[in-house]
């Protein structure tokens, strides 16, 4: 049985904590070439898993083509990721998300998106049938990218997130050489490495849409982040400023070996970030478990890593990525213990809705409601978030409607929790 809540809920804005939208000149280079295939997102990785071990040569199928996506589609339908395909699917266009459709819906979507600026479309998508009221970009401030800084060419409910996870898993000049390239002054020291990072950040905050600060990199490395001297630092550093060791060096390592042996100056670097998170008060988004496409390393990816950290910058706020899935219950309790530590289950609706539920449940057991961020779509192309924020509202809904059936909460306290863990919580703690 379900209550007017379920209605509250399904019918309310959405803070996205986190999406990676395509900029909107990427928008117009691939306006002509959009379909069927770009309602996907996430779901591509479920397809290379369901086709199984490959061989070179042996497919019948090239991998990629669209008769492989028709092949391997049935067997995904019913994950996370595949619903999010049919939701968004069904929602915009009313048929399912079926190789007899195909062709369909590549026009349908062709015909959404003619006459209308790139902003125009995601106004459409984003507001208009997401109703996702606030979203956090990433991957748009970063060095490198300060021309291209048409922010102004997202919708204005866009705030961004500063990211250079190259930096933080060092172990050559090539970020050096970047950020001297971005701001346009020369390397020569560790301070003149900090000092450029943080100049660069400026860069980007001037605008007045810098949100936070992020920090992708799970993708490259673990998160075991050690606490080294400024010495231990400066001497890989050095070294890696005189080429003389570390993958482009004169004596070739493998890029491992040389990650590990420059990681005195990347956790340094990592240290020297939450610094300026600490002076500004800047929040700092982490992501944390699972790791998007295939064959990523997992071990390395758990939020209970980041202890040291939460126990060292205790006035920085970290909104902590993804329910740390499949480590939920873990971050719950790091959430409960670490009054710095916000925990968010973007991405995390459809990587896994059951466990999304039990987590979300569990968390509202163990961690004061105004901590906990209940949604970021996390995907490239803004027709995405309308399956996904189906797909949390969902399991948000029947979270609450439990707690309610169980005598826990009144209808009352249960749309309370929705409004905060669904926008409020956000809009305060990025101050929007
Ligand atoms: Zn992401």
Redesign the pocket.
């Known amino acids: 049985m379900t209550t007017d809540v379920t209605e509250f809920v399904m019918s309310h804005p959405l803070f996205s904590h ?3 939208h395509n900029s909107p000149l990427f928008f117009e280079e691939r306006r002509a070439e959009l379909g069927f295939r770009d309602l996907l997102g996430y779901a591509e990785a479920d397809l290379v898993t369901a086709a199984g071990p490959q061989r070179a040569g042996c497919a019948e199928d090239a991998t990629g083509s669209d008769r492989w996506v028709a092949t391997h589609w049935p067997p995904i339908r019913t994950t996370g990721y595949g619903r999010a395909v049919n939701l968004a699917c069904r929602e915009l266009f009313g048929v399912d998300y079926e190789p007899e459709n195909f062709s369909r819906i590549t026009d349908a979507l062709a015909s959404v998106i003619e006459g209308k600026t790139a902003a125009a479309v995601y106004d459409y998508f984003v507001r208009k049938k997401a109703n996702n009221r606030w979203v956090l970009q ?2 748009h401030f970063r060095p490198g990218n300060e021309a291209a800084v048409e922010s102004e060419a997202y919708p204005d409910y866009y705030r961004f997130a500063w990211r250079m996870d190259d930096l933080l898993s060092i172990y050559d000049s090539g970020p050096i050489a970047v950020l001297e390239q971005a701001t346009n002054q020369e390397i020569l020291s560790l301070d003149d490495l900090v000092r450029a990072m943080n100049s660069n950040i400026d860069t980007f905050k001037a605008g007045g849409k810098l949100a936070s600060l992020k920090v ?1 990199i799970a993708y490259q490395r673990d998160l075991v982040v050690g606490d080294p001297t400024r010495h231990e630092a400066e001497l890989v550093f050095n070294r890696i400023r005189s080429r003389k060791f570390f993958y482009d060096g004169v004596q070739q390592n493998t890029a491992a070996a040389g990650a590990r042996e420059a990681r005195p100056l990347a956790d340094y670097l990592f240290h020297s970030l939450l610094k300026r998170a600490n002076d500004d008060d800047l929040p700092v988004q982490i ?1 944390t478990g699972y790791l ?1 496409g295939n064959w990523g390393s997992l071990g390395g990816t758990k939020a209970l890593h980041l202890i040291p950290l939460f126990e060292k910058y205790r006035r920085v706020r970290f909104d902590i ?2 329910a740390s899935w499949p480590w939920t219950s873990e971050l719950g309790a790091v959430a409960k213990n670490y009054p710095n530590v916000y925990p968010d289950l ?2 995390a609706w459809t990587m896994n809705p059951s466990e999304s539920e039990r987590a979300l449940s569990e968390w509202l057991d163990g961690v004061p409601y105004n901590k906990i961020f209940g949604y970021g779509a ?1 995907t490239g192309w803004p027709w995405c978030n309308v399956g996904y924020s189906i797909q949390a509202r969902r399991g948000i809904a029947r979270v609450l409607e439990e707690k309610i059936a169980a005598g826990h909460f009144s209808r009352a306290t249960a749309r309370e929790v929705a409004a905060a863990i669904m926008l409020k919580n956000g809009e305060a703690f990025y101050g929007l």
Do not use: E, L, P
Request: glycine content about 16%; some cysteine; charged content about 25%.
């Open positions: 986190h999406d990676h990433d991957g992708g992501h998007a990525f993804h973007c991405w996390d």
